[in-house]
């Protein structure tokens, strides 16, 4: 076994746990696979299929109790979230299979979007320490989105993004976009106080969000910082072009803060939190630095990924 995989709890070495999402894109198809291809590298696991967060939860929370040195999970972006919010602040390290749709925590970290690559990093490679951003105390690893995209994400279903994995988005954005109102928000950081009036704001800890898409040219996810974008001023016409031009690679971000407060005037609006939609009003976010332990590729740096 991996030096880096020696466990800390007393008694025999058990096998280092493997939790496989079932319901990602890509779960039900990769547990064997994965299995194999982490034995391939050296590594034995003790794979465990799992249907939701609580279930997952349950079993991460009881290895960060006996000191396991990592846990392997495989899944999209929101169970990857979710996990992280039981191993942060622990000993316990995440290693990462990107199994979704976007895979867009992996991108940020250089972890390779194919299972034998993805195996050799996490029995392989290094352990950094990445931030993690905070959404009302709830952790969050890429982004926090309100507008437009959260909107596309609440109608999304998840037997469209299997079928078509990231083209779902465009085809459920044409739906979307003729019926979307613009947001009146509020956002307030340590360099002051802005109104605003968007369809499309995006607050990113990573360097990427939305799979292949950058937040800015130098957003990183060891910035203790977090990127907020805002995509026009309230006309379709403007949100359409700044989206546009971001997709070309020129950047939308507007600054950059540690922490930041969002408030939304006329009552409740979809937020989406790595994925997951909810309706909320006042959006308290920060970064909590260096807060997770992830297993990279050797000669990841921070400050570049």
């Known amino acids: 076994m991996p030096r880096a ?12 746990k493997l ?17 194999e291809a982490l034995a391939a590298e050296g590594l034995r696991v003790t794979p465990l299929p ?13 290895e960060v109790a006996r000191g396991a040195p990592c846990v392997i999970v495989g ?20 290693g990462v299979l990107p199994l979704g749709t976007g895979n867009t925590f992996a991108r940020s970290v250089g972890v390779p979007l194919d299972l034998a690559g993805a195996a050799r990093v996490i029995a392989g490679g290094e352990t950094a320490a990445v931030d993690v951003g905070l959404l009302n105390g709830r952790p969050f690893l890429n982004s926090v989105a309100l507008g437009l995209s959260a909107e596309i994400a609440r109608v999304l279903t998840p037997a469209l993004k299997r079928r078509l994995g990231l083209l779902a988005w465009p085809v459920v ?19 002051g106080t802005l109104r605003l009036r968007t369809h499309q704001l995006l607050v990113a800890n990573g360097r990427y969000v939305a799979g292949p898409l950058r937040a800015a040219p130098h957003a990183s996810v060891a910035d203790r910082q977090l990127d907020v974008l805002v995509f ?5 016409i403007q949100l359409l072009r700044a989206g546009v031009g971001w997709t070309l690679g020129r950047p939308a971000l507007q600054f950059s803060a540690p922490r930041l407060t969002v408030q939304t005037r006329g009552g409740p609006r979809w937020a989406s939190v790595d994925g997951e939609v909810m309706p909320l009003t006042t959006l308290d976010l920060s970064v909590e630095a260096a807060a997770l332990r992830v ?7 921070a400050g570049r990924v």
Do not use: Y
């Open 5 to 16: 995989f020696q466990d800390r709890s007393t008694g025999p070495d058990p096998a280092p």
């Open 19 to 35: 939790l496989v999402n079932l319901r990602s894109r890509r779960g039900a198809a990769s547990l064997a696979a994965a299995t």
């Open 50 to 62: 799992v249907r939701g967060p609580h279930e997952a939860e349950l079993i991460l929370r009881a």
């Open 75 to 94: 899944g999209g972006d929101g169970t990857l979230s979710h996990a992280a919010g039981v191993l942060a602040r622990t000993g316990t390290a995440l």
């Open 173 to 191: 954005g044409t739906q979307v976009l003729g019926r979307h109102h613009a947001l009146d928000l509020t956002l307030t950081s340590p360099g």
């Open 232 to 236: 026009g001023k309230g006309r379709l």
């Open 295 to 301: 297993r990279v590729p050797a000669g990841f740096d």
